[in-house]
């Protein structure tokens, strides 16, 4: 009999070595006794030796990563069960889903995912200020299971740009923009109970709150009561119950109109409580749901906020998605080569997109860069309006076609356009998009193109000079 100590918790790399060694020494399931937290040793323990790696279905290995987060201990031997008939006359096990240990692997398995979706749902973060700090979020969430590091990738491709932290009575989650910590449990008095941001994500849950559609039962399914004390939102979900009957009255009795496509930008527009600060508008735009087809996350804009120029460009490229910040791809480095020889220092500007989100088309390994389309340009347009207000720019670089429509909601020829423009009353300037210089097909065509490419930026810059003396 062999005795095998593993961590508490998701304790993968124990349970994997362990199932190794036990492989290469033909262990069967009966004769192994796993003990979860370390406790004395009765029996002869497992030897930790560096076994080979043993070949499993790749289903096997998906559902193994899953359950091993799973809170019950029992979840080790039925794992090394499901390993040992697999690779001993049972290769297309998974596939019997009668069989009783499938059966329960398989509940486990869901149990898991549905923890895993509570928690991508209902964690709210919550902004910190700290004058010795940088901005920073914090969320405090309770899973049902050791999904921490399980869902670690989700929360930082999401909000890779921000410094968030995700408290746990399990353990804790550390994010810096480029590095992921793994802490030890926190209590619930460590996270902040409110922010200045919540009334906003209040107000935007009640504009969209339906109450034809009320379903108090499936409410309840769908998010159970556990969760609605670190939810802002949940505070509004007894008024919006009670006075759901005579809104649904009032919309009768209203004259019918065609229903709209909804837009979540102008959701929040109507907000009487927007975000009155450009990283409130980032942390809002950062948590929305991409508006392209594709997209992984947002690429928000970058620059101090009253910069004399601000540039704005099309949409983030394969570069820009992976790094998170905006014009660091060919294109971007083409822009700044621009604005230093045209005497604009890129530190001091402010550069952007009028879509957020990177489009593309997946073509074997590369994402290759598909434009938007005028309704998802339009979709963004509200974002890109109520960043440039907060920014305050003395003027607006429109780089490229798609930026112009974002601006101004014309299409324009480029080319013809080229040069001052007004923008809603803001000044303006017109010009190429970089990416249209590394398209030229000739080396004497692409000089003599950046060439008049630095002299419109020389011209933005003068134009911004003027603006200053003006006031």
Sequence with gaps: MQRVSLQTGADHAGFRRAARGLIAQRVSPDNVVWDVGGASSLFEMCKETEAAPVALPRRAISLIKLVVCHREPEKYPLLYALIWRLLYGERHLLEVHSDPLVQNL?????????????????????????????????????????ILEETAQFFIDRFRALTWSILTPIGSLDWDRNKLTVGPPARREDAPDHDAFEDGWKAYYESTFNPARLNTQLMRAHMPKKYWRNMPEASAIASLVQSASSRVTQM?????????????????????????????????IAASEPLVPGAARAVLGEGPVGAAIAFVGEQPGDVEDQEGKPFVGPAGKLLERAM???????????????????????????????????????HYRW?????????????????????????????????????????????????????????????????????????????????????????
Excluded at 259 to 279: R, Y
Excluded at 344 to 359: C, D, G, M, P, Q
């Design 106 to 146: 398989a509940m486990k398995c869901k149990a898991i995912r549905r923890d895993l979706h509570k928690m991508h749902a209902f964690l709210r973060f919550r902004r910190v200020l700290n004058d010795s700090e940088p901005e920073r979020f914090v969320a405090w969430f309770e899973p049902d299971h050791f």
């Design 383 to 471: 974002w890109l309006s109520r960043e440039l207000q907060l920014v305050q720019p003395r003027i607006i670089v429109a780089l490229g076609a798609t930026a112009v429509l974002a601006l101004t909601g014309a299409s324009t020829p480029i080319l013809r356009a080229r040069g001052a423009a007004d923008f809603d009353g803001h000044r303006g300037f017109i010009t190429v998009h970089p990416s249209y210089l590394l398209r030229l097909p000739g080396e004497s065509e692409k000089i003599h193109a950046f060439k008049d490419f630095v002299a419109d930026l020389q011209s933005a810059r003068a134009l911004a000079s003027a603006a200053a003396l003006d006031g």
């Design 252 to 284: 009768c009795e209203q004259e019918v109109a065609m229903p709209k496509k909804k837009n979540p930008a102008k959701a929040l527009a109507g907000m009487s409580v927007g975000p009155k600060a450009l990283s409130d508008l980032n942390a809002i």
């Design 340 to 378: 230093s020889e045209a005497g604009i220092e890129r530190k001091a500007s402010y550069l952007t997109n009028a879509v957020k989100h990177f489009k593309y088309e997946q073509r074997g390994k590369r994402r290759i860069h598909q434009k938007p389309t005028a309704g998802e340009v339009k």
